[in-house]
């Protein structure tokens, strides 16, 4: 209060009776934060609409940049004519045109009072945790519980106290308790002998496994397209993001193929393009590849998405099968997302068939079809709440 | 800081008033404030020094502060009427911005004291509108307290989103309707009324000839004053709501007059401190100096390098205005007509052929694609374009026109007086807001964009 101007404790001033309250706070800030946090509300509401369309995967980044308009605080207005008029001052004569037309009508706001809100559009940065999070309450999702798989993978761990023992384990304070409670019965004795000593001792013992690796197939055929692409890119982004809301040590391994298979960097696999023809037992070996040269099931557990638009040829169907199975008994999931934007087949498909079978073979595996981007969760929330189910 | 020049304009404050009083201006006391500009801001974009909280305020707060930070905005001073008046003056101003505001200030208060607008407003809120505004900023905020701000500001999207609807021919402390119907007349008493009357019963008579009263159709004619009807007639609200819409309603009776004077006020303000200056000998040369460059500033019609303008100055129009009338009327004249006319009058009245030359007013069309192009047009064309926006406090026409026997409300837009309809998804929002406080399904017909009836309905 009393850094405020002196003009205002001049002997005439009369509002020095409220010396500075003003300057305590801002309501102007105040309101504008409420405003902030409607807007969050709103980002938050619409989120799974506005997520999926956001270009997320590859970026690299931990946030989501969502650009937001200002809220408008609507009002009853009349319909915007297609010719407005105006009074205006200056040297012109009827006939001058002040402003060029654009074709896009882009001009129509500009110059126009701004009040009203809405027309400045800002970002908000969203973390992608938060949003993970903020998906998994909204879906109501379950968090996965880790397949403990009989491991193999052993550890050191301290375990009890024994009167032998490197003298590097020396329990200091355990042995002087020794000592005390020997002293408490046998008065006037030594102030230590060997029988207080006590090590540390250190045992083998069987860890489970906490880490996880995730299998991301995709079918690059030609009959893919970019809209099916942006489906099952977008899809991956999220399944990762709901297993690393789990694991925390998740690896990502790419695969694609046509009639080959090819292992990929993340950045590379999405920009894959392949011709030709579809053989998905191509790709299932490929993983099967990848999972017995470095990823041992008893320390991993195995997830395992595919995306296809469902086409294989049926000479296929006997080797897929033989080598899904063989994914399926050691993974802790196969799920199967089918994305056909154009021509949805609903799981009636080769590759449908395929997964349909492992699964009434009592595997852990489930389809859904997505054709459009609002699917997405539908897709996310079958895949984690089965998963839940069967884990 | 130049704290000590400020102090220093509070000495010429007794000089400009005793002058301002020589000169004929009658106002009441106004009590000055030197504020920070960042409170200047807050007064401006609030419209009152304590005003209740809304999110919307704090978006018109982060546009001032855009246009603030490019330069775009300046304020000198923020002045409420009342007895006595609060002006808050920048601290920031020179001592010469000062006086030329200081004076500025006294032709507001003149005019807000003599205006029949500014009077009746007063007469009906009171002539402490400050201090009831920030009553009602702690009655909110004693709202949330209780209720929540969720509950609250539900009622503050719907109240505040139609602050321009209350109709200001009946007064801000109004009644309700009366409940039953007045009792039809009589007919003629000739030999036809007395065998018509004998063949069917009047309605409001029944069979033993006892009158009985009919209830009123609520509301009894189309109700253009929608806070005070939403207060008074909603189904479900709740006394602590019911307050909220009376209080955004006085406020809103109390920015009417604001609204529907600015050229004639702004302009009136803007010639006494203009007069008041010419005749200050009291100051230094070189202030004067400063306080008429300060005055051009403000008055000028466009900015400065530009040449043309596409939104009227009202401070220029007004000021200019008032220059000729009271050069070719003389002050009496004058002083009537600030008594008597509101924007409509004045402009329609007294922005004749001649000012409008000298002025180079041109009217405009701005078409959806961005294209503006100068159009030939009548002095009235004029008047109309550049009065438009003020039709009914800026607001389209829209009225209660019913409520059924469920509760629900009829809406009815006035397409024919406002020329076309609605924006449909703005009056939806509008209607979803209006929907949390009314609590029954409300139907609002308007056109559409080809004049087609279009029904807007919300429910549930």
Redo the contacts between chains.
Sequence with gaps: MSEIDSSLSHPQSNGSNINGWYELFSRGARDWLRHNDKVRDAVRQQLPDIIAGADVLGSGSRTVKVPVKMLEHYHFKLNQPRQQQGVGQGQAKAGDVLQQGSPQGSGKDKGKGTNEGGGIEFMLEFKVDDIVDWLWEEMQLPNLKARVGKSEETDWTREGWDKKGARSRLDRRRSLREAIKRRAVQPGGPNFSDDDLRFRQLNQREQPSIQAVVFLLMDVSGSMTDADRKLAKTFFFWAIQGLKRQYRHLDTVFVAHTTEAFEFEEEKFFQVTGSGGTVTSTGLTKVQEIIDERYSPSRYNIYLFYASDGDNYPEDRETASTTLNEIASVASYCGYIEVASSTPQHLNTEVGQLFRSISSNGKAAGSFAVSKLEDIWEAVRHFFKHQAAET | ?S?GI??DW?HY?PKVESLANSLGLSFNPV??????Q??M??IS??GLPV?M??????????????QHRMGNSRLFEVVFPGNPGHAYLA?NNSVAENVLVTAHVLGHADFSRNNILFKRAQEQVSEHIVEHAANHARQIAVAIEEYGLQRVEAVL?AA???E??IDCNHGVRRPRYPEYESPKALPRDDAFAKRFAALTPFDDVDSQGQMHRKRAAVPPHPEKDLLWFIAQYAPELEGWERDIFLAVREESFYFHPVFATQIMNEGWASYWHARLLREADFLPQSSYLDAIKCHSDVVK??APE????????PY?LGFTMWEKIIERDGIEVARDIMRQDDDFSFVRNYLDEDLAEE???????????????????KLTD?HE??L?PKYNFG??T?AASHVHVDGSLDLL?DYKS???????D??S??LD?MYRVWRRPIVLHTID?NGSPLELKKQS
Excluded at chain 2, 360 to 372: E, M, P, T, V
Excluded at chain 2, 418 to 424: A, I, N
């Design positions: 800081m704290t400020n102090a509070r404050l009590d000055f404030e030197a504020v920070p960042s409170f801001m807050e974009v609030y005003r909280p809304h999110w919307s305020f704090g978006v018109r707060y982060i546009y001032q502060l855009i601290q999207d505040l989103s139609l321009q609807h019609p466009y530009q040449h043309i303008a596409l939104q009227i100055n220029h002025l180079q007013l041109f009217k405009f069309n701005a078409q959806s694609d961005g294209k503006i192009e100068v159009v030939e047009s004029l374009a550049m438009a607001a389209p829209i837009h406002d020329g076309r309809g609605l924006d449909p703005r009056a929002k509008v807001y964009e």
